[in-house]
């Protein structure tokens, strides 16, 4: 079953029975970090920033570089079929892994901002002219601004933003305002917010972008390695994610495009792989995916998607959201036993495994350098989304993220350790 309003695919839709119960301390024991001997406990709340990697990935990565390294799709020598057949395995599971209708449909980049760009500039330049405009919202990441930023510079697109509430929630009421002159040809907003945690309704807004013939584009950074994702239940039209935040290596990205839409769009990079055939004044475009896949790419890399993408389904996506949201909820009801503490967005039924928060008088690098000293590791300062600290009338805040290993232990330690930050800068 799929909710119709987030699009989020139920418990029958796993691809793999989770085992049963989720335990994030046994679920942490696969993860060597945080076993590496230290001088303090590491307590890794930055999980949004970038997640920790399971011995399986490491694994399979080192396999892939002792066993078969070779380039893809180019020899007819054994390794170089091993060495294909990986990096197209791990396309695969990525497309079943989100529902997609076919691997033809996933294209390998660098990561979530180079999934954007490939369409802000592929897409985007063959499909907007000036006069036209886009709908952004006000919580989006700067990797989903700046590509329409230098877009809208360069062909007269106007941009509008899908305004929000106090609480970080998006008014999608006033969404059908936005588009009513027809003149929205995208909409393009972010899944799960990774400052406010705000999981938005990304089917809804999607049905109603369709509704006024807009194309839709989902940031699903925060949220495909959190939750299950069903890109043809959410209605999108593409779909970005970067590896690095789903237990998987950096360097490697996803953009998930509706095919027609990817077959009629032009290359975004030329070169190698991505043709056909070459004259000295001209080319032809190779097909689906690999006309977007110019150069050699990470192939080791895609490898270690792959086994981050199973060792996820052997989790359960719907385990681990609502571990996260559990936690998120736990983190949200410990913080505010914390004087002069303000946590942003939503409440905990509506937020993935973001709290973001600022202290009273005392600067966000203040508050995680206090917590780094006692081995906490949080992220501070704007992350990537200046607009929206602005809309919120504050310079920067802290950040706790979680992920499938975080514990309550460190939601508490994270509580004591704001106690003792306002104690030292209070005085
Ligand atoms: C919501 C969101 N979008 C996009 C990105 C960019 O991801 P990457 O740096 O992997 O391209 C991030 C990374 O933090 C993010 O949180």
């Known amino acids: 079953m799929t909710d119709s309003r987030t699009g989020l695919a139920g418990a029958a839709e796993s691809s793999v029975a ?101 369409v802000a500039y592929a897409w985007g330049r063959a499909s907007l002219k000036s006069g036209d405009a886009i709908v952004l919202t006000p ?78 584009l989902l940031d699903a950074s925060q949220s495909a390695a959190h939750m299950p994702l069903d890109v043809r239940a959410l209605g999108a039209d593409f779909v970005a994610c970067t590896a690095h935040k789903m237990l998987g290596p950096t360097g490697i990205g996803m953009l998930w495009g509706r095919r027609e839409l990817l077959e009629a769009m032009p290359p975004f990079l030329g070169g190698g792989e991505m043709i056909r ?71 905990a039924d509506k937020r993935g495994g973001v709290v973001a928060f600022t202290m009273e008088g005392v600067h966000p690098h203040d508050v995680a350098t206090v917590l780094d000293s006692e081995g906490i590791c949080v992220r501070a300062g704007h992350h990537c989304a200046m607009p929206l600290h602005d809309a919120m009338g504050i310079p920067a805040s802290a950040r706790a993220s979680f992920h499938c290993y975080s514990l309550r232990e460190e939601v508490d330690a994270l509580a004591e350790g704001l106690h003792r930050a306002r104690k030292i800068f209070a005085r």
């Open 139 to 216: 919580m989006e990441h700067h990797s989903n601004l700046v590509p329409w930023h230098i877009l809208a510079a360069e062909r007269g697109v106007e941009l509008r933003f899908i305004p929000m509430t106090d609480t970080g929630e998006l008014e999608v009421s006033a969404l059908p305002g936005l588009l009513a002159d027809g003149r929205a040809k995208l909409v393009s907003f972010v899944h799960v917010s990774n400052v406010l945690g705000t999981v938005n309704p990304a089917a809804e807004i999607a049905r109603i972008a369709h509704e006024h013939g807009a194309t839709v």
């Open 18 to 118: 989770p085992r049963a119960p989720f335990d994030p301390a046994r679920v942490r024991e696969d993860f060597p970090i945080f076993a590496t001997p230290r001088d303090k406990k590491l307590l890794y709340l930055d999980s949004a920033a970038t997640s920790q990697k399971p011995q399986v990935v490491l694994d399979a990565m080192d396999r892939y570089y002792r066993t078969c390294n070779a380039n893809i799709h180019r020899g007819v020598y054994r390794i170089a079929e091993e060495a294909t057949e990986l990096y197209e395995d791990a396309r695969r599971r990525f497309a079943k892994f989100i529902h997609a209708a076919s691997p033809r449909e996933v294209i390998f980049t660098r990561n979530s901002t180079e999934a954007i760009n490939l």
């Open 277 to 347: 055939e070459v004259h000295l004044t001209s080319s032809k475009w190779n097909e689906l995916p690999w006309k977007f896949e110019a150069g050699t790419m990470a192939i080791a890399e895609a490898v270690g998607l792959g086994a981050a993408i199973a060792y996820l389904e052997t989790l359960g996506m719907d385990a681990v959201f609502a571990h996260d949201r559990e936690l998120s909820a736990y983190a949200l009801e410990r913080l505010a036993e914390v004087p002069g503490l303000r946590v942003l967005g939503p409440s």
